[in-house]
């Protein structure tokens, strides 16, 4: 049985261009699913599931969107019906992969939609904006970007290969097999990382796969950690080495990791096995507008350079007790299955013997605010390590192993 392909368009605006888009996912050997996702105007190809049906899913008729029509009241009602019919058609095995067309307001419905579908079915937005910042249009899911480069609004021989190309990559994704690509009866880990981490991350990919699990690692930078307790909600993970945390710094800090206000919660609220490690927290990220010069702010503190256009400044004592009774407040939802593990030689590879940050008395400050601050069912143990020392991440990796191998039991 041929794989389908849901098209998500507005009917009334780019019929035209939706209907090649059909033609040639028919032609590479994939069925068109087309949904209207238009309220105005009329459509001008015929709809597989109509703009009426998608606004009743949604929860509002289309008779009273249309009575006091607005983009901003109508968008979110069919995307909300969109996102829960595609859902549907997903669990039936009717739906393999999903493409947009849109500019930016056929964008931000499309990948509206998109965003709420799970992690591993092919997303391919094709779009006038993909060439900025498209961080609110991908948020934390697996979002393919495609830059239409011109509008699309009429069809031309340019116009007809971005489409062409389209049909074939939304095909291509639709007809891997996923089960088999994905089939694993390991249990997952999630990890988080920065790049002052990493020779400690690769330690502790390898040591907890020769012990039986496999582990999906997410770059601390923001979404990666927010991305990462999405997989929790959504259940594909089953314990948390939550390595990084200058996610929190950032986030107290207004800088370039901020990892949003639910950083660090979502774990404890779920009552899921983690080891947690403050690597990374004694500094901050900052995009320089200047190559190589600090903020006027950061001038007085201890800073490396992380590359010419990211700075990287040691937050001063006072900062960090901040910092630390962040890490505590949001860790207040953990009732258990928890181990904060402190490496007493430094936080990250800036912050050891020899590194660019190194200040042991400011790591007893902050790790004694850590301590101070943590609720009494998480587990604290101190080691005399650095934070990438392999004695500091197998004694990680074996505890939230012996964690998670007590939750089975």
Not at 56 to 63: C, K, R, V, Y
Request: aromatic content about 4%.
């Amino acid at each position: 049985m041929a794989k389908s392909v849901v098209v998500l368009s507005t009917l009334d605006t780019k019929g035209r261009e939706t209907a090649f888009l059909k033609e040639q996912i028919e032609h590479d050997g994939c069925r068109a699913v087309l949904i209207d996702i238009g309220v105005v105007g009329t459509p001008t190809i015929k709809a597989d599931v109509t703009r009426e049906r998608l606004a009743e899913a949604g929860g509002t008729p289309l008779a009273d969107l249309l009575k006091d029509a607005t983009r901003e009241k109508a968008a979110p009602v069919m995307v909300k019906g969109a996102a829960k019919l595609i859902a549907e058609m997903i669990a039936k095995g009717e739906a393999h992969a999903v493409i947009g067309l849109g500019g930016t307001q056929g964008t931000s419905s499309a990948t509206g939609v998109m965003r709420q579908l799970p992690y591993g079915f092919p997303k391919l937005m094709v779009s006038t904006c993909a060439a900025g910042d498209t961080s609110a249009f991908v948020g934390i899911k697996d979002i393919m970007m495609m830059f239409s480069v011109s509008d699309i609004l009429g069809l031309n021989p340019f116009m007809r290969k971005v489409l062409a190309n389209a049909a074939g990559a939304a095909c291509g994704m639709a007809t891997i097999d996923q089960a088999q690509v994905a089939a694993s009866n390991k249990p997952l880990i999630g990890m988080s990382n920065l790049g002052v981490l990493t020779n400690g991350a690769e330690y502790a990919v390898e040591y907890l796969e020769s012990k039986g699990y496999e582990v999906i690692m997410f770059h601390a930078v923001g979404a990666g950690g927010r991305a990462m307790e999405q997989m929790m909600r959504e259940g594909l993970i089953v314990g948390v080495f939550d390595y990084a945390m200058g996610e929190i710094s950032d986030e107290l800090h207004h800088a370039l990791r901020a990892g949003g206000p639910e950083r660090l919660t979502i774990a404890g609220k779920l009552g899921l096995p983690q080891v947690l490690v403050p690597g990374g927290s004694e500094h901050i990220g900052l995009f320089l507008s200047e190559e190589n010069v600090l903020p006027e702010k950061y001038k007085h503190h201890m800073n490396t350079f992380h590359s010419p256009i990211i700075a990287a400044p040691r937050l001063n004592p006072d900062e960090l007790v901040e910092v630390a009774k962040e890490i505590g407040k949001r860790l207040q939802h953990t009732k258990g299955d928890a181990v904060m593990m402190l490496p007493l030689r430094g936080t990250s590879r800036y912050g050891v013997e020899g590194g660019p940050l190194r200040n042991p008395e400011s790591d007893k400050t902050y790790y004694a605010a850590i301590k101070s601050s943590l609720p009494a069912t998480i587990e604290v143990v101190e080691k005399d390590l650095g934070p990438e020392d392999p004695a500091f991440v197998k004694e990680c990796c074996d505890r939230l192993i012996g964690l998670i191998e007590a939750k089975k039991k």
